[in-house]
């Protein structure tokens, strides 16, 4: 049975996870697992909007109107730009949120056998469970989760290298990340 514990330095090549899902699915958690663990580099598209917004502050219902804004306006191309431009490419990396299927085909053309989609899927219910803080009330949460932003992220799944059932505790996410990274290491050392 493979080691779940695989050093960063163990890797020869760097690898590179983006993650997916809908809001509330466990992605940023996911991907900040993997960072912590595993020493990966942390980035997320949401961090390259939010430095759009500094000047103006931001919330999540800004961040999905200026993504939307920039997916409408045919700029999806250019965030995934100042996305990489940020990234120090000799290091695995853990990239949360894509939406697109532009950011899929960015990243797997950028980074090629060395990137991997993980998609995490939940329930409905169970993202709003997570997510009730964030929102007033059920109406609210679904407002944002079918806001025009947030509408591809659902044709991801059958381009994931993974897709990762995120209904129960985080640990058998963990579990199979765990896997995942454990056999992507074996593969290029």
């Given at each position: 049975m493979p080691s779940p514990r695989v050093s960063q330095h163990l890797l020869v090549e760097p690898i590179f996870f983006g993650f997916a899902g809908r809001i509330g699915s466990g992605k940023t958690s996911a991907a900040r697992y993997v960072s912590s663990k595993y020493g990966f580099q942390y980035t997320r598209y949401s961090a390259v909007l939010q430095?759009?917004?500094?000047?103006?502050?931001?919330?999540?219902?800004?961040?999905?109107?200026?993504?939307?804004?920039?997916?409408?306006?045919?700029?999806?191309?250019?965030?995934?730009?100042?996305?990489?431009?940020?990234?120090?490419?000799?290091?695995?990396?853990?990239?949360?949120?894509?939406?697109?299927?532009?950011?899929?085909?960015?990243?797997?053309?950028?980074?090629?056998?060395?990137?991997?989609?993980?998609?995490?899927?939940?329930?409905?219910?169970?993202?709003?469970?997570?997510?009730?803080?964030?929102?007033?009330?059920?109406?609210a949460f679904r407002q944002a989760d079918s806001h025009p932003v947030e509408a591809h992220i659902d044709s991801l799944q059958s381009l994931a290298s993974i897709v990762i059932s995120n209904d129960e505790a985080l640990e058998g996410v963990y579990r199979r990340l765990d896997e995942l990274i454990t056999l992507e290491a074996g593969e290029l050392n």
């Open positions: 430095n759009r917004l500094a000047a103006d502050g931001y919330g999540k219902d800004r961040l999905q109107k200026l993504g939307w804004d920039i997916m409408a306006g045919g700029q999806q191309v250019e965030l995934n730009s100042l996305l990489l431009a940020g990234l120090d490419r000799s290091r695995s990396t853990a990239i949360d949120g894509l939406r697109h299927r532009i950011d899929f085909d960015s990243l797997s053309s950028t980074f090629g056998q060395s990137f991997h989609l993980v998609f995490l899927q939940a329930r409905q219910e169970t993202r709003f469970e997570r997510l009730r803080t964030r929102f007033s009330d059920y109406a």
